[in-house]
């Protein structure tokens, strides 16, 4: 089963179905933890401490946070090496263009490759930024993220990177929510509208969410 | 020289597979007296089929499935676009599914009577025993037939009969039924039993011993002309009908392999056998390149009629009831609308001689929808001809709901072809032809949704059966190898012919010489016929074949993809066949079917058959480009459906 | 009306194509658009060069042959095939151009004629019923549910003309294989099939070099058939049930 799949287009296509929903879970809970910092430093300290403690005392301390990190990174690298192989692939299909171009498909459709790269590469950024703390900008701190985040969203060039990104984030999960449910062979025509309909809604709370911290810290009402 | 209208007539031509004893048990009969080949021997034999369409795709599917060796051609780029795919309205079957009285014998009465007395009545049975398991098959296969909301096989009435017996799928039979050829086929080319050559066309055949043991056939990407041999040849090449150049058959259909094979030795069988079809979309201008058929199943619930005043131009929505003629009610009250397709097509040129046309030039009549949509509302009549009503819009910018359609009758399919006995053996033993390239089941006109049936019962179940006993009764022993200097002979004959093509160098095109060619056919060879205008169609013919070879220019080199070149060497065929075609219209001073000779008809303007002197099939043997051919004859039979003069009235 | 044309011209497959510029004049809006390349065609015989090769045989709309890339839209504007789309939807004056369907899958093997055998391979690898001639059973024996056989009939009505590789971005061929799949899939006949067919069928389809689908939709937009974009989501459903079962064995 897993070669059938490895090999074929429509199974990579699935797996990078299936860790786009992956990681769409995991944005879903990440925009509810991050609106948390609008209840100030205390609250959303506490709950960067509650993520490395979650299920103790089965779990040892940030075992759960590990095991969630290493799915992720699993899901990323997966979507990622089987959105480089198909897009290969695609061009090496299609390798001279027509003379006479035409307007082509929807933006979000055109943009997936570069949204993807540009996701690709905030990841990095992020992780170095606000988890690691090597690149990051203030003093980092490790168990303060109020204060990190803080200092992040002080900086030009961290609101730019931020909102670029949740931009190119919403786009990307508008047409990869939608194309994930037809990969799974889960659309059809009577559920079509539903699922653009759910598409579009995800897409625009998560960017509204991740988006609404900088402006938080911009306008001040984070600080 | 004697002039090609002195033929000779020959020894008589005799059908020695035919069985005897009662109708209904004669194909039992043939097909336990044919010898077998042995399972384990099937596949040292091979065997080449040319064409790739209704018969020629299921009877490489099925000999390829009985363990043959099967080498395939066609000239289109792949076996799936066989003209059969273009059949729109449906496949006639015995199964009285809707309990109307139909049966087996119903079916054999109506194709023996509406092909004019001009068929053999063992085909025509066979073909109607055949037709209800050419359903089993198809169903099995996947075709999508129409069905009833109970999960089972809808069926309709079909012009010139009086029983629901057509299988359909929507406005697309032809295509569904073809696909379900292409696709057992194709099993067969991934199995390794069928050798399919796409993009190759058959130019010649060939002959060693008098036994046909390959084709010459030009690789139409590289231009290259090569050889294949094999134990017995089988012919589904198709009609004839785009000698008229316009016609509803594809652009590229055309009657080389037929014409080669007949030169080569098969007796050609009533090639004036030529049926036009009452219900296509008139031409616009001379850009026209073919005519586009509109299903006869229109005519079930469409209404023909044309203004009863000559040279009346108003619109059809101004003219009032009282002055309009549905001819076709008027004249055959009971058949009314639906009679079969030579009797429609010939009413409506009457009354466009008389000068009551519609439409640009007056070559038109009205088929008119206004009454069914009243009856049964416009959603009924869409959801029976949306996609006809689609089409004719998309073609002619009118719309059918608001204004009367515009038809004219078209060619559109040759009755005629290569002579062919019971077991569908040419005269050239080895030499196999079926479906609409050969002659036998149709007679002098072909009912609706019966060429689907033919192609099929000969490719699945009668050629499958009768080829054994000629493979069984000539053993291979004698290889015959692209080396034999035969072999070796004929293929430098077809280099030669292409290279003289390419030599002349002139100033017309192929097309002009096609559409010269067509329109002198049309005229005089169409739809009426007279002997004065067939014997000037016979001295103009060498004429325009004479100028061919003298201005025809061919761009380009015969060792490339040449489109040029394929078309100016069909039209020396086409060139060759109108002459018979002629020639045969000129003898049979008769009308029957869709051959119509003025000379010979009732007071009632109606076609008169005089079966004292044509009850005959006529086999025509080539004896050299305008030379005069040999006429053998092939007296028919009535024991079961006796000869009377046509009646739908 | 008289129009401009851009035309590919390459000789063969070897050779490197280039868009020529040629003239026509005198076309009729009744005129389909391979009448209007037949006067163009003409017209070049007679100023003594070769014709511009381009595949067509039914003219109806049917067959599937005929397969270009008119200003840029598999078939032109209208959805249709090129030989049914007529010259009343271009105006006098209008630059049009004119070239072959572009995908690695399908090489160009002249001017605007290219090779679409990989259609015919991906259908031998699997898009059949195994039904040998004489041993089919009564056809009432089944009965199929309308509804089945209406979906059934929708995406046998593919043409294989291939405008879904040639408008995909990607080259794909998923719209193409997928109508085939839904068609003999939904049936009983095509059942005992159903697992093998899909898989071998989408692995054929691969190894012809097509691209993989990003739902762009293209496909569907140049269906001259209007095979809905929906089509390729029932494969997928098809291929990962096939592909499950076979894990199983």
Redesign the interface.
């Known amino acids: 089963?897993a070669r059938?799949?490895w090999?074929?287009?429509?199974?990579?296509?699935?797996v990078m179905a299936v860790s786009g929903v992956i990681m769409l879970m995991y944005l879903v809970a990440h925009v509810i933890g991050n609106l948390k910092i609008f209840f100030g430093p205390e609250e959303f300290n506490h709950y960067g401490h509650w993520l490395r403690t979650v299920g103790e005392p089965f779990m040892h301390y940030e075992w759960t946070l590990w095991l969630i990190r290493v799915v992720l990174a699993g899901a990323v690298v997966a979507h990622a090496v089987c959105a480089y192989q198909?897009s290969r692939?695609?061009?090496?299909?299609?390798?001279?263009?027509?003379?006479?171009?035409?307007p082509?498909?929807s933006y979000a459709?055109?943009t997936?490759r570069w949204g993807g790269i540009i996701l690709g590469l905030f990841i990095v950024w992020h992780v170095l930024d606000l988890t690691t703390g090597t690149v990051h900008s203030g003093g980092f701190q490790a168990g303060h993220p109020y204060q990190n985040v803080v200092d992040t969203f002080s900086t030009w060039y961290g609101n730019v990177i931020y909102i670029v990104a949740m931009l190119a984030l919403g786009l990307h999960i508008r047409?990869g929510f939608?194309?994930a449910?037809?990969?799974?062979?889960?659309?059809?025509?009577a559920r079509?509208r539903a699922l653009k309909t759910i598409a579009d809604v995800l897409a625009l709370l998560l960017t509204a969410g991740f988006i609404a911290v900088p402006v938080g810290v911009m306008t001040g009402v984070v600080s | 020289m004697t002039s090609y209208t002195d033929y000779t007539t020959g020894e008589p031509a005799v059908d020695s597979k035919a069985p005897s004893g009662p109708v209904h048990e004669r194909w039992d009969k043939r097909r336990f007296e044919a010898r077998l080949v042995n399972p384990a021997n099937r596949r040292k034999h091979t065997i080449i089929v040319v064409g790739t369409g209704l018969a020629g795709g299921?009877a490489g599917?099925?000999l390829a499935?009985q363990g043959y060796h099967v080498v395939q051609f066609c000239y289109?780029?792949?076996?799936?676009?066989a003209?059969s795919?273009?059949a729109q309205g449906g496949i006639n079957a015995a199964?009285n599914?809707r309990n109307d009285g139909d049966s087996i014998h119903r079916l054999f009465y109506d194709t023996v009577k509406g092909g004019d007395f001009r068929a053999r009545e063992s085909n025509v049975h066979r073909l109607a025993q055949i037709s209800v398991?050419i359903?089993?098959?198809c169903?099995?296969?996947?075709v999508?037939?129409?069905?009833?909301?109970?999960?089972?096989?809808d069926t309709r009435s079909f012009g010139g009969v009086q029983v629901s017996r057509t299988f359909y799928?929507?406005g697309?039979t032809g295509?569904?039924l073809l696909?379900g050829a292409?696709?057992?086929l194709?099993?067969q080319?991934?199995a390794g039993n069928v050798e399919?050559h796409?993009r190759t066309e058959m130019l010649d055949l060939i002959v060693v011993d008098g036994r046909a043991r390959g084709i010459v056939a030009r690789d139409l990407?590289t231009g290259k002309t090569d050889t294949y041999v094999a134990d017995a040849v089988v012919l589904a090449s198709g009609g004839y009908g785009n000698v008229f150049y316009l016609s509803?058959n594809?652009?590229?259909?055309n009657a080389t392999a037929v014409w080669r094979a007949h030169r080569r030795g098969a007796h050609f069988a009533n090639p004036c056998f030529t049926q036009i079809h009452p219900t296509c979309i008139p031409r616009?201008?001379d850009?026209?390149?073919?005519l586009?058929?509109m299903s006869e199943s229109l005519r079930n619930d469409g209404r023909i009629w044309v203004p009863k005043a000559k040279g009346d131009t108003r619109p059809p929505n101004q003219i009032p009831e009282d002055e309009r003629d549905y001819y076709l009610e008027r004249i055959y009250p009971s058949f009314g609308n639906l009679v079969p397709r030579d009797i429609a097509s010939r009413a409506a040129k009457n009354v466009c001689d008389e000068g009551r046309g519609i439409g640009p030039g007056g070559q038109g009549v009205y088929l008119d929808f206004a009454d069914a949509i009243r009856r049964m509302g416009r959603a009924a009549v869409e959801a029976r001809y949306g996609n006809l009503f689609d089409?004719y819009q998309?073609?002619t910018?009118e719309d059918p709901y608001e204004v009367p359609m515009r038809i004219y009758p078209a060619v559109h399919y040759t009755m005629g072809g290569l002579w062919v006995d019971y077991d569908l053996q040419t005269t050239v033993p080895g030499l196999f032809a079926i479906g609409e390239a050969n002659f036998s089941d149709h007679g002098a006109n072909r009912l609706g949704a019966s060429a689907l049936m033919q192609g099929l019962a000969d490719g699945?179940?009668v050629l499958?059966a009768t080829i054994n006993d000629y493979l069984a009764r000539n053993p291979h022993q004698d290889p015959v190898t692209p080396e034999h200097p035969v072999v070796q002979e004929m293929l430098a004959d077809t280099e030669d012919r292409l290279n003289l093509l390419l030599a002349v160098d002139g100033?017309r095109?192929p097309?002009?010489f096609h559409r010269e060619l067509g329109e002198l056919m049309w005229e005089f060879c169409g739809m009426a016929r007279t002997e004065s205008g067939l014997r000037k169609a016979l001295e103009r013919i060498p004429q325009i074949r004479e100028e061919f070879w003298r201005r025809i220019?061919v761009?380009?080199t015969g060792e490339?993809?040449n489109?040029?070149l394929e078309k100016a060497n069909r039209i020396v065929d086409y060139l060759e066949l109108a002459e018979l075609m002629c020639l045969d219209a000129l003898h049979r001073a008769e009308s029957c079917g869709g051959h119509f000779r003025e000379e010979s008809q009732t007071p009632e303007g109606e076609a008169a058959r005089r079966d004292d002197t044509f009850a005959y099939a006529a086999a025509w043997e080539f004896t050299g480009t305008g030379v005069a051919p040999t006429l053998h004859k092939e007296d028919l039979v009535f024991e079961y459906v006796h000869p009377t003069q046509r009646s739908y009235a | 009306m008289k129009l401009t044309l851009?035309v590919?011209r390459q000789?063969?497959a070897d050779a490197d194509g280039a868009?020529s510029t040629y003239a026509v004049d005198g076309i009729?809006s009744?005129?389909?658009f391979?009448?209007m390349l037949?006067?163009l065609n003409?017209q070049?015989?007679?100023s003594?060069?070769?014709?511009v090769?381009f595949?067509?045989?039914?003219?109806?709309?049917?067959?599937?042959?005929c397969s270009l890339?008119i200003?840029?839209?598999a078939h032109g504007p209208?959805r249709?095939t090129a030989c049914?789309l007529?010259m009343?939807s271009f105006q006098d004056g209008d630059t049009i151009?004119i070239?072959p369907w572009?995908?690695?899958?399908f090489p160009v093997?002249?001017d605007l004629?290219v090779?679409?055998?990989a259609?015919?391979r991906i259908?031998?690898?699997g898009?059949?019923?195994?039904?040998?001639?004489?041993?089919?059973?009564?056809?009432?024996a089944?009965?199929?549910?309308?509804a089945d056989?209406d979906f059934?009939?929708e995406h046998?009505?593919c043409?294989?003309c291939g405008a879904c590789v040639a408008a995909?971005?990607?080259?794909?061929a998923m719209l193409f294989t997928s109508a085939k799949i839904n068609?003999?899939n939904v049936?009983p006949?095509?059942a005992p099939e159903r697992e093998t067919r899909v898989?071998d069928m989408?692995?054929q389809?691969?190894s012809e070099?097509?691209?993989?689908?990003?739902?762009?939709?293209?496909c569907a937009t140049a269906c001259p058939k209007g095979i809905?974009?929906?089509s390729?989501?029932?494969?997928?459903?098809?291929?990962?049930?096939a592909?499950?079962k076979?894990?199983k064995r």
């Open positions: 089963m059938t799949v090999d074929s287009t429509v199974g990579k296509k699935t198909l692939r695609d061009i090496k299909a299609r390798p001279s263009k027509y003379v006479h171009r035409k082509q498909a459709t055109r997936m047409h939608w194309s449910a037809q990969t799974l062979g889960v659309g059809s025509r079509d | 299921a599917a099925t499935e289109q780029d792949s076996p799936r676009r003209h795919i273009a199964k599914y398991e359903i089993d098959q169903v099995a296969q996947g999508p037939f129409a069905r009833e909301y109970g999960g089972l096989l799928a929507r697309q295509q569904q696909l292409y696709q057992a194709s099993r080319i991934a399919m796409p990407v509803t594809a652009m590229n259909s616009t201008g850009h026209q390149s073919k586009t058929l089409m998309r073609i910018d699945y179940f499958p100033d095109t097309d002009s220019k761009p380009g490339e993809f489109q040029s | 851009r590919w000789k063969n868009m009729s009744d005129m389909s391979l009448e037949d006067i003409e070049l015989i007679l003594g060069e070769e014709p090769a595949d067509h045989d039914c003219r109806e709309g049917i067959c599937g042959a890339v200003n840029g839209e209208e249709t049914q007529h009343r151009d070239e572009r995908a690695s899958a093997i002249r004629v090779d679409r055998s259609f015919d259908i031998q690898a898009g059949y019923v195994t039904a040998p001639t004489g041993s089919a059973p009564e056809a009432h089944t009965p199929v549910p309308k056989a059934a009939f046998a009505e043409i294989g995909c971005p990607n080259g794909a068609h003999l049936l006949q095509g898989l989408v692995a389809m691969d070099g097509f691209g993989g689908c990003t739902l762009t939709g293209e809905p974009l929906v390729i989501t029932s494969m997928n459903k098809e291929w990962l049930r592909a499950r076979a894990g």
